[in-house]
């Protein structure tokens, strides 16, 4: 049997989780911050690319619209902000997932070549991510491609890459770089 006063702790208890459910952030920006050994980089990459063609077909759409834009206002909005969402997300995969959590500090004693590789790579992906919000040229988008060619050559090691041109859908390969933590 339950007390008066344990009914009402159990139920302060309640609204205190639905009220913090509610408050929080209702966003998740990254992957998994709690190191659950989860992790899916091929993935990722593939996502990149996924971004970078969405972020292309915006350029091309706005650019066409964009000949006569009284007419096409509405849709001109829709592809900037398609278009600028993409770029963003590009930047939050590379920050949220691969730099807080994928690329190690301690890698820069170990390989520092290689790590200022891949920073360097992410960097580069930032930076071109931005300025393809910020215009239509498509040259961003070449730029893109190339870093995020870049990062993955950087990234994963040669026999990695090798598995994964003989089975593109084995994207677990980072799972064993966790195997320490």
Same mark, same amino acid.
């Not at 992790?39 to 964009?66: A, G, P, Q, V, W």
């Not at 849709?75 to 969402?85: S, Y």
């Not at 060619?149 to 593109?168: G, I, T, V």
């Given at each position: 049997?339950?007390?008066?006063? +344990?009914?009402?702790? &159990?139920?302060?208890?309640?609204?205190?989780?639905?009220?913090?459910?509610?408050?929080?952030?209702?966003?998740?920006?990254?992957?998994?911050? &709690?190191? /659950?050994? &989860?992790?899916?980089?091929?993935? *990722?990459?593939?996502?990149?690319?996924? %971004?970078?063609?969405?972020?292309? @077909?915006?350029?091309? $759409?706005? !650019?066409?619209?964009?000949?006569?834009?009284?007419? #096409?206002? !509405?849709?001109?909005?829709?592809?900037?902000? !398609?278009? =600028? !969402? %993409?770029?963003?997300?590009?930047? =939050?995969?590379?920050?949220?997932?691969?730099? *807080?959590?994928?690329?190690?500090?301690? =890698?820069?004693?170990?390989? %520092?070549?290689?790590?200022?590789?891949?920073?360097?790579? /992410?960097?580069?992906?930032?930076?071109? +991510?931005?300025?393809?919000?910020?215009?239509?040229?498509?040259?961003?988008?070449?730029?893109?491609?190339?870093?995020?060619?870049?990062? *993955? @050559?950087?990234?994963?090691?040669?026999?990695?890459? *090798?598995?994964?041109? $003989? #089975?593109?859908?084995?994207?677990?390969?980072?799972? +064993?770089?966790?195997?320490?933590?």
């Amino acid at each position: 049997m339950t007390t008066k006063g +344990s009914k009402r702790g &159990i139920t302060l208890f309640a609204v205190a989780v639905a009220a913090a459910a509610v408050l929080a952030p209702t966003a998740a920006l990254a992957h998994c911050q &709690i190191p /659950c050994g &989860i992790y899916d980089d091929e993935m *990722r990459f593939r996502m990149l690319e996924e %971004h970078i063609t969405t972020i292309e @077909k915006s350029m091309n $759409e706005i !650019n066409s619209l964009s000949e006569d834009p009284s007419a #096409n206002a !509405n849709q001109l909005a829709r592809w900037v902000m !398609n278009k =600028e !969402n %993409h770029a963003d997300a590009m930047a =939050e995969i590379v920050t949220e997932y691969f730099l *807080r959590q994928r690329i190690k500090p301690g =890698e820069v004693e170990t390989d %520092h070549m290689g790590w200022m590789g891949k920073v360097t790579a /992410c960097h580069n992906i930032l930076v071109s +991510s931005m300025k393809a919000k910020q215009t239509t040229d498509l040259q961003h988008v070449a730029d893109l491609r190339e870093h995020v060619a870049a990062f *993955r @050559k950087a990234y994963f090691s040669e026999d990695e890459a *090798r598995q994964l041109e $003989e #089975n593109p859908w084995h994207s677990h390969l980072g799972d +064993s770089k966790d195997a320490a933590e």
